[in-house]
């Protein structure tokens, strides 16, 4: 092979690495949401053959956060999490747990609710076991238990299909229920949360029930700690209109949070 030739090559080589490599990420974003994946889904989903997809997921199970299986792959991690009721995420649980604190301040006695499911919904809801007569409408196993262990609190949950890694509720029957109740706030997770890209998700499997919770709601929140913001994941939910209140942690910029503002959110800073 001439010199050119083999540069050349070089090059080919690197651009298919770049391109691999980020779209392993994402593939294993999306098993750690969902918990499995099918290799025609994730086909379909990322525009590449099945082919390309079995080597991926082969890749990542020699990494040792997958196993494979006839026509998919799951989780690792999905059997000891369903039975510790443990959640996949748990980094940045300092700023989460500051930022569940000031979301429970934003809830009186007696109001009515959405949680979304997550760490950080959680967090907020473990500091509202002090509030008495919530209704609270949530699809996550976890924070029903949570709440719904508190006398006085009635606790109600969606249909649907389990999701492991966030121990919830997903898919048709769970969207058909929050489109025909309506409450006062909503507390809603993201993965990623950006001024261009909007809010996005590791797969599509939960876009259309958050955008039911959204219109059940009168006032969303997002809460998310700040490493995720400017930060996009897979799939977008929509623009940052969808959403009137903002609770993070003391790590985004003054320059994020003016734009936020400007775009009639309000910033709400746990510290």
Known sequence: MRVNEKHSADRNENTVRLL?????????????????????????????SEATI????????RDGQI??????AYLNSVRTQSASMSLHHQENMDRKRKIGALAADQVADGETLILDAGTTTTEVALRLTGRSNLTVITNALNIAVILGSVPGNAVHMPGGQFKPPTLSLSGDKSVEYFRSIFAGKLFLATAGVALD?????PSFADLQLKEAMIRAASHVYLVADSTKINRSSFTRLGALELIHSFITDDGISDAAAKEFEHRGIKVLIAK
């Open 20 to 48: 691999a490599e980020p779209r392993r990420q994402r593939i294993l974003e999306w098993i750690e949401e969902e918990g499995s994946a099918r290799v025609r889904d994730l086909s379909a989903a990322f525009e590449v």
């Open 54 to 61: 079995r080597q991926d997921l082969e890749r990542l199970e």
């Open 67 to 72: 196993t494979r299986e006839h026509g998919g």
């Open 197 to 201: 890209a909007g809010l996005t998700y």
